[in-house]
């Protein structure tokens, strides 16, 4: 195998990252808000600089804390995300991490009633949408185009 150049992006060591979908996890986004933001919560933490099985990892806690709707995240404190973000593995990104979340479920709750449906029923096509996910902070268009692998046939839905 060719030694990469120096400088190159590629290394022997560098792997495609795996692609997940909801149904990975037992989520079916058509079903309504509930699974929609448990799949949103994963695609946030998937679009982090992090491996994706210390985020999927840390989403199962999120999840059996019952921690899985944007209320429950804003009712817990800073540092009990911290130490939830901690035990998942989160460590280098535990601080950083728990504020953001804080502050996008803050913009989700007043600015759509805590509901990524309505957000999307809301929005005349995927392009406003990635636009309006990308406005709820810490979500850039990694984090947005990983979510919306599942939206597609929603959109597809309102065609027909």
């Known amino acids: 195998m060719p030694i990469p150049e120096k400088g190159s992006k590629h290394t022997r060591s560098s792997r495609p990252k795996p692609v997940h979908h909801a149904s990975d996890f037992g989520l079916d986004v058509s079903t309504g808000d509930d699974d929609m ?12 600089p992090i491996q994706s099985s210390v985020a999927a990892q840390t989403w199962r806690l999120f ?3 019952k921690l899985d709707t ?4 804003l009712d817990s404190s800073h540092r009990a995300l911290v130490r939830l ?9 535990d601080e950083t991490t728990a504020r953001a979340l804080h502050t996008c479920m803050e913009q989700l709750v007043r600015n759509y009633d805590g509901s990524l449906m309505y957000m999307l029923e809301n929005s005349l096509d995927e392009d406003e949408f990635s636009k309006r996910l990308q406005e709820l902070h810490g979500v850039g268009p990694k984090t947005a185009e990983i979510f919306m692998r599942e939206t597609e046939e929603l959109f597809a839905q309102r065609v027909e």
């Open 85 to 93: 973000l901690d035990e998942g593995r989160y460590t280098r990104y």
């Open 70 to 73: 944007p209320w429950a995240i």
């Open 63 to 65: 999840v059996a804390r």
């Open 37 to 48: 933001f448990r799949w949103f919560l994963l695609s946030y933490l998937f679009g982090k």
